[in-house]
């Protein structure tokens, strides 16, 4: 099985091989070195989407520009910005010369010869002056290398890293001309501003506004003094200017992946990773974690989906590697620069804006985007967004306890892989990494673990530690750091064993000594999460530290829960997950704590949107079912207060249609909700709810259509929301009255009007089919056929219809119900010129919908063709096509 890349991705030359005066120039100040800065700065700009697998780049001033690409090739470039000279062989010798002291570098200290057989390194010169001589043109050739390779020998000495036997030099030098490519430039200065535009257009792309993009080119050109390794992350976070919901600007709930520059201090990684069990981007980068063998599978299975929506989930027992496992893949991906790679830090704030913006960058780079999800649950916004945008080709990698937490049927492919028991080969490869031999006797001693897939105590065993001693040492240490914070840390571990965060705020009021935290945090001791929360290190080292202290998790629980604001949602939200995790397990604990619970419910009845009271009572008649009658009074307020008043949410709307059964007593409520266009959760399903729910309701789906129309508007559209608005008319009700078919009219006017064309995703595609659907199926009015074939052609010419025999389909059916003659004439012309350019294994398929179209007179001289159209070979389509055009009656041809 071929090794993934576990190894840190390393400059062929780095070190005290850079640090010679030709490449010392530029380090400090760019001032001589504008030219080579404008470069530098547009291949920088390039690392933000990856551009041709474009992974880190480095500037090490004056001439020199080195880029680094994800298959493991290395470029150094180097200008000569000298239009004034003619550079014949013996005036490139040196910088030759400077290519091969490379070489000889890259290959070690003292170099060893043979590893210029894997050696990637490739060298480029441009240079704005003229050439002369016949070396030259066999450089710029790469022909007679090894002639070439002896000439260049000649005066060549490098003290620093020597080459000892002659022959050896000369295979350094023919490498040098085998891989040395030359870029002829006039004129290179003029070039300046060609760079900087490019670099500007690439961030206009990237979605930086055109008013802040003069700024964050500046801030690129800061990048490169001092000279330094930039990767994407380091250019993003240069970048002015960008929305809150784009992935670079460090406030979208979805994130680039980290910049391998700031991960400095190993030693501390290490001992983070080892002794918390929490697996950072820099644990991974550093290689900390144990290889699982599923790794190169779902590595493999990744790379071959290659722009698909998917859910690549990881599964397995606590303490299985489901986190490192994802992060391992990503992290491998995202250094090979095949795919563009995200992290999401705030799964339940995942709005609409945001992934969007990842699909966008995604189209734009034309590369598979994937998303990295650690501990999925049902209540991510990450799946809501996959069912409102299936046909996005986004792939999420995520780990989850188990399958059941994506519910069924789901709109994209799911490919599952559960972390079972650790391997043979898995647990040789831990020996390994500890230098230890793999002995029989050892696989037998550790099988428990084994089979338990527990690679986390398994890997700590083996390195002569355990659960236990860390537990004792994290404890020690909270003792010695931050003493008055040891119950503070206790409640944070009874949360942490089901990887449940506590808000900062809830534990500040508790123990009000932000000194003490703030030392906490630093000390690795607890862990910041995004939404303003702390939490502790791995769920088993938590169990642990529980265990050896002899704590009572239910009543440290009960401690939290009833300091929790239950005015403030996120608190609320919390005091209810404290109460639903581990519920079934600890429900016998939990009913000496009756009045805690009864109290936090009541509470909870006075101020809780629907969809809180819906948990609390699911809590609650777990705990009734068990015994606990004492909680009746409260489970009785709970229902009393579930009324219409408290669905304010998309949230809470959801889940109240699908309680409901009583549509026209819930559909006021609902569509209150969704008449607020600061909510966009949940539309889809309204949707999909007045569409199943409301035959015969016509007044409703009028007022569902235009609060839809209204947030839709505000929103810009978007296209899944938009497409559900259009089917909500096509499969609504059947029959409409007259004035209701009219409105319904209007409002696809305005879509027609609004659709991005000509549609570049799928998800457009599937917006124009809805609305082609909803004209031809539903609304038939004559003036909106002409509206969508105005707007059609306004981007379509018979060439581009040509290659979307779909489309074609899809317009004559739509002009045959509902075009009327103007229209029908109309689509007809539109496929008659357009059928030669149709691929021949279409081409009978717009054969068929044109004969549809064809008045009942001039039917038979078009289905005199049939045969001819449908038997024709790829290469006389086209021909056949022309023929077919110009035999037709002249009232059917193309207007010229």
Known sequence: MELMMLKVQSWAVDGKSLRT?????????????????????HFVARLLLCEEGLVQVRYEGAQDIDAMYGDGRQVFIQFKDTPEKEYDFEGVREILHGFMCDAIDACGEPPDVSRLKTLQLKFLLISSGVVTGKEMLRLIRGSYSKTLAKKLVKDFKYLANPVVKQEETVEFAEYVFRNTSVLLSPQLKGQQHEQEMLAFAK????GVPPAHIRDSLNNLKGLLTPPRNLFARDAALALKGLPDFHPASGRSPVSLLPSEETFHDVAAVEREFRDSGRVSWAAIHYGLDALRDRCQEIHSALIAMGRRAAVVLVTGSSASGKSTVVRRVAWDIHRTGKALVFEVIDPQNLNLEAWSEVVRLGEIACKPTIIVCDELDAESGILEQMR????????????????????????????PYRLDSVSEPEFNRLMHEIQQPVRNENTAKFSTFMRAGDIFALSLLLR???????????????????PELRSAFLCLCACGIRDQGVPRRLLKRMFAKPEQWARALAEGLIFGEVGDRFRSGHARLAIAILRRTSANVVDLKMQLLQQVDIADARERRFGLGLLKNGLHEQTTELTSFWV?????????????????????????????EAGV????????????????????????????MNQTDDYLAAFPVVARVFAQTSISFGRNTFMRWVIDKGRGHVAQQREAVAVNLRWARTAGFPLSETTKLVTCIAHGNPGLPVDAQAEFAEVLKIIVDAMPLPPSDTATWELLFAVCEAIGDRIREEALVSRLLDRLEQHFDVIQLAAHPELMRRLATTA???????????????????????????????????LRLVPDVDKVAVLAWQDRLSNANPAQAAATAHEFVRALPAHLQPVS
């Open 203 to 206: 961030l206009a792309i990237f």
């Open 816 to 850: 045959r119900l509902a075009g009327g003659d103007a229209g029908t004439k109309r689509v007809l012309r539109l496929l008659v010129s357009s059928i030669p350019g149709v691929a021949s294994t279409h081409m009978l398929k717009v054969y068929l919908a044109l």
């Open 629 to 656: 009658t004492q909680l009746g009074g409260a489970h009785a307020k709970l229902i009393a207060e579930m009324g219409p008043d408290r669905v304010r949410t998309g949230h809470d709307a959801v889940r109240f």
């Open 596 to 624: 805690q619970i009864a109290s936090f419910a009541e509470s909870l009845a006075s101020v809780g949107d629907y969809l809180d009271l819906a948990r609390g009572l699911e809590v609650l008649d777990a705990l009734i």
């Open 388 to 415: 409102r945008q299936p046909s996005a080709k986004v792939t999420v990698l995520a780990s989850a306890k188990d399958e059941h937490i994506i519910p069924k049927p789901f709109p994209v492919h799911i490919s």
């Open 21 to 41: 005066r030709a490449r010392q120039g530029g380090r400090v100040a760019l001032k001589g070195f504008e030219y080579q800065a404008s470069h530098a700065v």
């Open 464 to 482: 002569g530690s355990s659960l236990d001693k860390i537990a004792d040492r994290t404890l020690a240490r909270v003792d010695e750091l931050v």
